[in-house]
């Protein structure tokens, strides 16, 4: 008896250890986080890992464009050839399209560079590739480095009252702090630094800012080109609301009666006056007036008794979108553009060149933004089928381009700066 209860007791201790055996095994498993196959229980790693890309310290880089840039480019990462992008991708770029221009890579810090126009535009940068990791870059974030303008661009916050909250400080990514200690009654030029907001010399791209004062707030984004003037203007409702308001005028009287204005999921209204000059989204005066957006694109209608237009606008949050119809009206499918300058530059006479429409002279300047219709100093383009357009503009010893959208019975207003 005494041996087959030691024999029981063996048996059992061999059996406990086989199985504590088979649980150390178990515990093998790919314990590297960035493999596609990590096993968070796994104790040990038994050589199983594996990663996407072919290699645990690569990845991939995806080249393309949400704005449509009117250009077509050749990419380089690190000075080898890639590809040639000639799509754009206005509802967003995911990694993996195979319309972008793109490689798989090795993790770190590389130069994507991108030359467009024969080599006359050229946009360069650093990104920062991580392991396992897909990477998107948009052509419209790498700074202009060569672009026959500066290369940069120009904001100016401001306000159009008092708002009684004393000074109010802009902060923009990337781009330090601005105080606001005084109004305009017209959107001011960036050149006027009287009141503060001022930012300048930023690189072309997207920023997000926000502003307050002692009771109020605000917070967006802004979108600069290089050689132009971003004015934002910031609404007394401030609070940091998620909401934009939009105006929409005309400059005398077109003989049709009230004009309706319908909004694509906003309503209507009637215009029934006009302005001398841009109004502001709080001149309820003669009409047009539609508060309280949520940010985006829209589409509007608008008709009198012998007069209809059509088209798009983008409402920013805390802004103020200004949307002038055109007396040519008619239900035409064209609208204008004007180039102008707020000084002479002293170069003589700007010729603009407007792809696939030809060319104008700007011999004079303009105190404040002049209608399409003011022929006085030249630079105008007028009856435009709606689009993007490439333009250039150059004198004796400055030159610009860039890209120009047209909408249709509108007129497009466009800054050159010195």
Known sequence: MKSIRHLFSILMLSSMLFISCDKDEDNGGCT?????????????????CEYYYGGRDMGQIDVGAITDMNNEFDIYFDGDFIGHLSHYFPNGLDCGNPDAIGRIIESGTHIVRAVGNGGTVIREGYVDLNPQDCLVVLLENLPLVDGGGNGTGDAIFWINDDFGCGPITVNVSGAGSSTIVGYFNAAPDCSNTGSGGDFNNLAPGSYSYTASCSGISWSGSLTITEDNCSRIELLGSG??????????????????????????GAGSSTITGFF????????????????NLSPGSYSYTASCSNSNWSGTFVINENNCSRVELVGSGGGG?????????????GCGPITVNLS????RTINGFWNAAPDC???GAGGNFNDVPPGNYSFSASCSSLSWNGTVTISDNTCTRFQLYN
């Open 276 to 291: 001398n000059s841009t109004p502001d989204c709080s001149n309820t005066n003669s009409g047009g007036n539609f508060n």
């Open 239 to 264: 609070g940091g609301g998620d909401t934009g308001d939009a105006i929409f005028w005309i400059n005398s009287d077109l003989g049709c009666g009230p004009i309706t204005v319908n909004v694509s």
């Open 356 to 359: 696939g429409v030809g060319t």
């Open 373 to 375: 219709t003011d022929l």
């Open 333 to 345: 499918d064209n609208g204008d553009v004007i180039f102008w300058i707020n000084s002479d530059f």
């Open 32 to 48: 590297d986080p960035l493999s596609y196959n990590y096993d968070s229980g796994a104790d040990t790693d038994n050589g199983t």
